[in-house]
């Protein structure tokens, strides 16, 4: 029998979750690896499989979502600069394909949230880049970087997988802050949930908003009187529970707090 194998040690990776986990490239691998790690969870076993076709350019901090047998990939860095790049991957033949694009880009950012409202809708939101063409109703916010250039954005953009086409919907109630470094997740067919993050001039915070893609609001979350409430995070990781049941819970585990000390708490938002 063939040991196991198992991904090697990385940060910053591209992930999605469709029946099984999908993970590939990040920091620590190096760039410009076409190995994809599949994680199978009825058989507990990792799989690393070789994929073909012109490789997306981030090498981390981009963000992923399956749409039926497609993994759509947007953004990231590769190195030395931000892109804004779609690529999708064919899961039956592990095949990359550049998606040509066309309408209202996103900036060039990493560590953005990618969410799927329908069968042929994304959803981004957010990230940390290069400032670009401003959105109606959007705020770009530099961070204290060397260069200067870089900032976080609270850009919104709708992608349309069968045409190609970016969109700017116009977003009602409290948009959040820019902000980079946040789990963006839907937790049931017409809603996501952004929690924590990176804020420009607030460091890290633990604060929730609710999107509601059918009336195209935005909820800011408030804590209630006396009940806990995790701490100020980023980059932990969230999924939903009981998702399109009548009481969807966000599950939250890990991250950095404001001390740069790793968390290793879980919570549940109901």
């Avoid at 961070?143 to 609270?154: H, K, M």
């Avoid at 190609?164 to 948009?175: A, D, I, Q, T, Y």
């Avoid at 949930?193 to 607030?202: R, W």
């Avoid at 006396?226 to 966000?250: F, I, K, M, T």
Wanted: hydrophobic content about 30%; overall charge negative; some cysteine.
């Amino acid at each position: 029998m063939d040991a196991p194998v198992e991904p090697s040690p990385r940060y910053g990776q591209f992930s999605a979750v469709d029946g099984r986990h999908y993970l590939w490239r990040g920091v620590d691998p190096g760039l410009g690896s076409n190995i994809i790690a599949v994680y199978d969870p009825s058989t507990e076993l990792w799989s690393l499989l070789p994929t073909t076709g012109p490789l997306p350019p981030g090498e981390g901090g981009g963000c992923s979502v399956c749409v039926g047998r497609c993994l759509y990939t947007f953004g990231g860095h590769d190195g030395s600069s931000y892109v804004n790049d779609m690529s999708k991957l064919d899961l039956d033949t592990l095949q990359w394909t550049k998606v040509q694009t066309s309408g209202s880009q996103p900036m060039k950012k990493a560590f953005c949230g990618l969410v799927r409202v329908n069968e042929r809708t994304l959803c981004c939101f957010g990230g940390h880049g290069i400032e670009g063409t401003t959105q109606p109703g959007s705020t770009f916010t530099k961070t204290r970087l060397s260069d200067g250039s870089a900032g976080c954005t609270n850009e919104f953009h709708f992608f349309d997988t069968q045409n190609g086409v970016w969109s700017s919907p116009e977003l009602r109630g409290e948009r959040p802050p820019p902000c980079s470094h946040f789990t963006f997740t839907m937790v049931d067919q017409h809603r996501a949930v952004l929690f924590g993050g990176n804020q420009s001039g607030s460091g890290r915070v633990n604060e929730v908003y609710l999107f509601d893609f059918r009336t195209m609001e935005v909820t800011k979350v408030k804590p209630v009187q006396g009940e806990p409430w995790p701490v100020e995070r980023s980059v932990h990781a969230a999924c939903c529970l009981n998702y399109g049941q009548d009481h969807p819970q966000l599950l939250v585990y890990g991250g950095q707090d404001n001390d740069v000390t790793a968390l290793g708490d879980m919570w549940t938002l109901n």
